[in-house]
């Protein structure tokens, strides 16, 4: 019998599988070793389960309201259902029949049944149930057994539902995890602190097997010998590029892709990567946000390299490497680097930096650096750039704040807006609408003009703390310190404002890309040279 864990805790015939802390835990018999498996984009993971057949791990997040899945040592990760759950809770996988099932104890507490690849989701069980908690399959009987904390009972039915009965009515204060084996069924309880069985037929011969035990949770029976399954997955991943789910007869399987990126019409092969998506920065990773499937999920991106307090941001679409910013390593990956911009068609970075006062520029390599404004510099922040007219904006929130204008070369400077700003933090180009969007943190306020600061208008308010802005299509996205979250609205009206990812502290800049959309064109650099070639829009350069 194992100690408790809280919240949840797997055991399959070769490892144990344990969520403890929000991360997904792995190790093997008497826990000589500890893996993490899963600890990004959990908020509250409930319920646990393993595809013993295909080596599957499946899990319910109560936080998210999301079931997820992914292979046993956390790879090929993806969201399998996101809609409609409310607080689901315990899950238990089928592979025999190709089904998952799960609980949910939201608003309206119901069983549910899909396929494991998410497919034919229908609810089993819906009218007296207060907060079922832990579910159990028999496969001997072919029943899915279910404990409800709040009716105070285990029940049991058919794997569709039918023939409901009540196995246990009575002296059953707060149960919560559910297990059986051969002809028995155990359970933990919260409320009597311990671990009980009874026949699973009858529900007599209640037993307590232990007792006065703190913070107990889930059980699972611990047992090598399963049932030989057919496989369809085994054979070449079952003709899978990525994800080879079970599914229910008669198709037996299906193929699915890592979250963010789509299954291609022959219903095998996944695409390469993401199109439309957002990158932002948090202090201390980077994550990616698909904006080609049809819910939010965050990816973390694999940087070999430690991050301590990130901030600016920038991506180019044309190669698909994110350069980035870091405080405290003083690195662009400079005293305090709080901007970043990348020129994709002319292959510069540009940089504002709020510990010399000054915007600086270079080749994507770092080479050929150079200062472009150093005069009248306050605390510059977000800077943007419109490469098909050879401009870059940037906003400074100094004692005088204001949002200004120049080539790309540091020329042609101009003041467009000095009045009513306070914090101007995030900045955006607008360019098949012709407009300039800021986000404030002092007045609260998102904000537009045309591109010589003219027409000025608020998009959205209140907003309590925006940093990072962005825009794609026809919305605008930016990030929150204070609500820790992405929001995304109407870049017209600011309207229809929703919530794209929360629970995300120490969030800081974010970039939208649109790998789709075709770059501009700059003039022939097979040459080598000796000095910086700065794009100025129109196929104009200048050399310094």
């Given at each position: ?14 490892p ?18 500890v ?15 393993i ?19 992914s ?50 989701r229908?609810v ?9 908690n ?127 990126i ?13 199109s ?6 948090r ?78 520029v ?11 404004v ?26 005088h ?9 540091g ?25 300039l ?63 794209v ?17 075709p ?26």
């Amino acid at each position: 019998m194992l100690n408790p864990v809280r919240p949840s805790t797997v055991i399959d015939p070769t490892p144990w599988v344990l969520l403890v802390n929000q991360c997904f835990q792995m190790c093997v018999l008497m826990c000589v070793c500890v893996q993490v498996v899963v600890d990004t984009s959990l908020e509250s993971p409930a319920g646990l389960a393993i595809d013993w057949v295909t080596n599957k791990l499946y899990w319910t997040d109560a936080g998210t309201d999301r079931i997820e899945v992914s292979n046993a040592d956390g790879s090929m990760r993806t969201v399998l259902i996101w809609e409609n759950l409310d607080r689901p809770r315990d899950i238990v996988v089928d592979p025999i029949g190709g089904f998952m099932y799960w609980t949910d104890w939201g608003a309206n507490p119901k069983i549910e049944r899909a396929g494991m690849d998410a497919s034919s989701r229908i609810v089993i069980i819906s009218s007296n149930l207060t907060w079922p908690n832990g579910l159990a399959i028999d496969y001997e009987t072919k029943r899915l057994y279910w404990a409800d904390a709040g009716m105070k009972t285990i029940e049991y039915g058919n794997f569709d539902g039918s023939d409901r009965q009540v196995l246990i009515g009575s002296q059953l204060p707060h149960p919560f995890g559910l297990t059986v084996h051969e002809d028995k069924l155990y359970w933990t309880d919260w409320q009597s602190k311990s671990i009980q069985s009874a026949d699973k037929l009858t529900g007599l011969g209640r037993q307590t097997l232990a007792e006065n035990l703190e913070n107990l949770m889930d059980i699972h029976m611990f047992h090598r010998h399963r049932d030989t399954v057919h496989n369809p997955c085994s054979v070449n991943n079952g003709g899978c590029s990525h994800l080879c789910l079970l599914a229910p007869p008669p198709k037996a399987s299906s193929c699915a892709c890592p979250t963010g990126i789509n299954l291609q019409n022959d219903g095998k092969t996944c695409t390469p990567g993401m199109s439309s998506f957002l990158v932002f920065a948090r202090r201390t990773d980077i994550r990616m946000v698909s904006l080609d499937i049809p819910y939010f999920a965050d990816v973390v991106l694999a940087v070999n390299s430690s991050m301590k307090n990130t901030i600016a941001i920038g991506v180019d679409p044309k190669d698909g490497k994110v350069y980035w910013s870091d405080s405290t390593l003083k690195k662009i990956r400079l005293m305090t680097t709080d901007g970043l911009a990348v020129d994709a068609v002319g292959r510069k970075i540009y940089w504002t930096d709020t510990g010399t006062n000054r915007i600086e520029v270079a080749n994507l390599d770092g080479s050929m650096r150079k200062v472009l404004v150093w005069q009248n510099l306050d605390s510059p922040r977000a800077i943007a750039l419109y490469h098909e007219m050879g401009y870059m904006y940037w906003t400074d929130w100094g004692e005088h704040a204001k949002l200004e204008r120049s080539a790309m070369d540091g020329s042609d400077r101009v003041v467009l807006i000095n009045n009513n700003l306070g914090w101007p933090n995030g900045l955006a180009i607008d360019m098949a609408g012709s407009q300039l969007l800021w986000a404030d943190a002092h007045t609260e306020r998102i904000e537009a003009s045309d591109l010589n600061g003219l027409n000025r208008r608020t998009l959205v308010t209140p907003v309590q703390h925006p940093y990072g802005l962005t825009l794609l299509g026809s919305h605008i996205y930016w990030t929150d310190w204070q609500s820790r979250s992405i929001q995304r609205a109407d870049k017209n009206t600011g309207a229809n404002t929703i919530t794209v990812r929360a629970n995300l502290p120490g969030l800081m800049d974010i970039q939208a890309v649109d790998r789709d959309r075709p770059l501009g064109e700059s003039e022939d650099r097979t040459q080598k040279l000796t000095s910086i070639c700065l794009y100025m829009g129109s196929g104009n350069s200048r050399r310094d």
